[in-house]
């Protein structure tokens, strides 16, 4: 499928990546008919001219139908989520955002959408396969057997295969990315609910605009990630949507660093260096998680291609700016 001048519809557009989607989309000539997302437009990270922008509760059914009215294509990320500070404390919350997954595909069904996308998560894989900080990257087949992170996890394995069968049995075709950590400005950075990246790069801009050069670490640092910058996000995220390929997709990056690494990259942009104290019981995810991006470059010829060195020095600059833009006001 070409979305060049497709109708359509991005659900949770007021939110980091749904921001970043409107932009792009509509750079890439795609005809952007609404955004909708919960938080008052106020909150919205970015706000798009030109496009129908919504303040609607897409739990809700009707809003959903409202929703999709129209649409030839619809990007479902909407969710209720954050970092691990987050999801390790709002089980119910986030299992919740299965009402809007399940509305949003019976209005879609129901408006004759062409196309569905939905965002899932890293978060979907076997636990038994993250033990090792040194973990061996996630492929596509270890979501199953499931034990997926808690509450969050299985939300979004369970709205996978509820796309999937959506397709099966009504012929609604869908198209799923399993996102592995994603970052960049326009994002959460600060209230609770950020990720490491942002978290990292507020904490040390933090340390070092008070003089006090000491930094709190979840967990022992040890644990491992990979991060993938918002510009390889939107890319593979428009690759997978135009695709033929039915079953979910790594979309992730598989540079893998320890946390303590990722402190080391932002200290270095930052030109300072803290002193680290280590939280053991805070709430620190799996020890090792990495993207094994076989499938997706072999399907669509998609790799990440920025560094996350890269990566995190936009990122940092951007949240100086947001901090200091804070402190003025
Ligand atoms: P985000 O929290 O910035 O965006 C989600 C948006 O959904 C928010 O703006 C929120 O207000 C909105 N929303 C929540 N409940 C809603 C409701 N009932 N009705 C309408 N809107 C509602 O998160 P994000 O990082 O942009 O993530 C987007 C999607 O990608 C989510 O589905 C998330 O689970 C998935 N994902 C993100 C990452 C990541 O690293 N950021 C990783 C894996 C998966």
Known sequence: MDLKGKAAVVCGGGGFIGGHLVRSLLDNGVNVIRVVDVKPMDEWYQVSADVENVVADLKDKDSCYAAAKGAEVVFQLAADM?????????????????????????????????????????????????????????????????????????????????CRHFEEDFGMQSRIARYHNVYGPHGTWTGGREKAPAAICRKVLEAKLSGKHEIEIWGDGNQTRSFMYIDDCMKGTQAIIESEIHE??????????????????????????????????????????????????????????????????KTYEWTQKEILALARA
């Open 82 to 162: 954050g970092g691990m500070g987050f999801i390790e404390n709002n089980k119910t919350l986030c299992m919740l955002s299965v009402l809007i997954n399940t509305h949003m595909l019976v209005a879609a069904r129901d408006c004759g959408v062409q196309r569905f996308f939905y965002s899932s998560s890293a978060c979907v894989y076997n636990g038994e396969k993250q033990k090792d900080p040194r973990v061996i990257p996630l492929k596509e087949s270890d979501a199953y057997p499931a034990l997926p992170e808690d509450g969050y996890g299985w939300e979004k394995l369970f709205s996978e295969r509820m």
């Open 248 to 313: 979910p997709l790594n979309l992730g990056s598989n540079e893998l660093v320890t946390i303590n690494q990722l402190v080391d990259i932002v200290e270095e942009i930052a030109g300072v260096k803290l002193k680290r104290r280590y939280k053991l019981d805070a709430p620190k995810g799996v020890n090792g998680r990495n993207s094994d991006n076989t499938r997706i470059l072999e399907y669509l010829g998609w790799q990440p291609s920025i560094r996350l060195k890269d990566g995190l020095a």
